[in-house]
């Protein structure tokens, strides 16, 4: 029963997963699956039902395999659960204290274990992906594949669009808006230029200052620049861009979002 519910959960919860652990992650798509994840789960607390008739099923299945093969007549699979012995309390004389109920051992399943395997998942969803949803909303803005829809005339963001972003970042969110709209119409042409003339100034001084608190994570970004196969289209490949036209656009706060 327990190999059920676990695989109930692996089945519902595999798609989300490899999607997150995508390299070229696309966060639209992921919100979107994390979401539907967390409302798969919330129906499936109440689908204890069908997994106990799978499960019943399959064992009766398997038993009727195992009497069709040889030497396998001491091996049973049970599908109904254990007895819970009843447990009788000592009592002295006068004392009136009830001896511990019968309890149904199916209930019990779905309850302390079942339920309790759902909820502690839809807790982790919640605590570590849907705290983070409007940052999540927000980065998907900062994906290549989508400034074809920043690029149209008049387009106009949502209300409520990158605040949250720029309140990390700590600057204004009109000026995220208008550069993200900006950097998006140059883009296409941005990342075509030769990886080694938009890197050649990296040894300024806002480099030199900027290289002293970089991370590993950072290195890795800017060697992108010069893979021959680069995608061009998720924000990995968008960062380096940004990193190398610090110097030669007034746009900083372009380089500090994708920072972020």
Not at 5 to 20: D, G
Not at 105 to 131: C, G, H, P, T
Not at 226 to 253: D, G, M, Q, W
Request: charge should be negative.
């Amino acid at each position: 029963m327990i190999a059920y519910v676990y695989q109930s959960l692996f089945v519902l919860s595999s798609t989300a997963s490899s999607c997150i652990q995508s390299k070229k992650l696309n966060y639209t798509q992921v919100y979107k699956l994390l979401h539907n994840l967390k409302e798969k789960l919330i129906e499936g607390v109440n689908n204890f039902e069908i997994i106990f008739i799978r499960t019943t099923e399959f064992i009766e299945y398997l038993q009727t395999i195992l009497e069709k093969m040889d030497g396998t007549d001491n091996i049973f699979w049970s599908s109904t659960f254990t007895k819970k012995k009843k447990r009788f309390k000592k009592k002295i004389s006068g004392e009136l204290i009830a001896d511990e109920k019968l309890v149904d051992e199916k209930k019990w399943f779905e309850v302390e274990v079942y339920k309790d395997l759902y909820n502690n998942v839809l807790a982790k969803l919640s605590n570590r992906y849907m705290i983070n949803e409007d940052v999540i909303q927000n980065a998907a803005f900062f994906y290549p594949r989508t400034f074809s829809q920043l690029k149209t005339p008049g387009f106009m963001f949502p209300e409520g669009s990158l605040s949250k972003i720029a309140s990390m970042a700590n600057v204004d969110v009109l000026d995220i808006q208008c550069q993200l709209i900006e950097f998006a119409q140059n883009y296409e042409a941005i990342a075509n230029i030769d990886a080694s003339i938009l890197y050649q100034d990296c040894n300024d001084e806002f480099f030199k200052e900027e290289n002293e608190n970089h991370t590993d994570m950072e290195d890795d970004l800017k060697c992108a620049l010069f893979e021959k196969n680069r995608c061009k289209s998720c924000i990995s490949c968008a960062f380096p861009y940004v990193y190398t036209l610090v110097t030669h656009t007034p746009n900083y706060n372009d380089y500090i979002r994708y920072k972020r």
